[in-house]
């Protein structure tokens, strides 16, 4: 099992920026992915970002390109969204993800663990 919390949120002008933390205890391996999805209201959770637990490899959305960025960092467990220019459609439910293995997939129902969401809201 894989604990997740995430941490970071909150309200932000547009233009603004937030840095998103996920702390993962449990069985993490260096095959691990950890991410990040979102969802807004009345919408379906979309993927964000994703990164392998080893490695540089890392994903994200064609939405966030150049604006996003995600990282980690071993010793401490823990992986980061760097969100920068954010734009009041970025508001939104934020969840950290894992999942055992490659591949990254888009799909939520890839995804095998999830923390409990923290909010961002970007203000016009």
């Known amino acids: 099992q894989v604990q997740l919390v995430e941490s970071g949120g909150g309200l932000v002008q547009a233009g603004g920026s937030l840095r998103l933390s996920c702390a993962a205890s449990?069985?993490?391996?260096?095959?691990?992915?950890m991410g990040w999805f979102r969802q807004a209201p009345g919408k379906e959770r979309e993927f964000v970002a994703a990164?392998?637990?080893?490695?540089?490899?890392?994903w994200l959305a064609d939405f966030v390109k150049g604006r996003f960025t995600i990282s980690r960092d071993n010793a401490k467990n823990t992986v980061f969204l760097q969100m920068n220019s954010l734009k009041p459609e970025d508001t939104a439910i934020y969840y950290c993800?894992?999942?055992?293995?490659?591949?990254?997939?888009?799909?939520?129902?890839?995804?095998?663990?999830w923390g409990q969401g923290t909010q961002v809201t970007v203000s016009s």
């Open positions: 993800v894992g999942k055992t293995s490659l591949p990254v997939t888009l799909a939520a129902s890839g995804y095998d663990y």
């Open positions: 449990g069985r993490i391996f260096s095959s691990s992915v």
């Open positions: 990164i392998r637990w080893s490695g540089t490899s890392t």
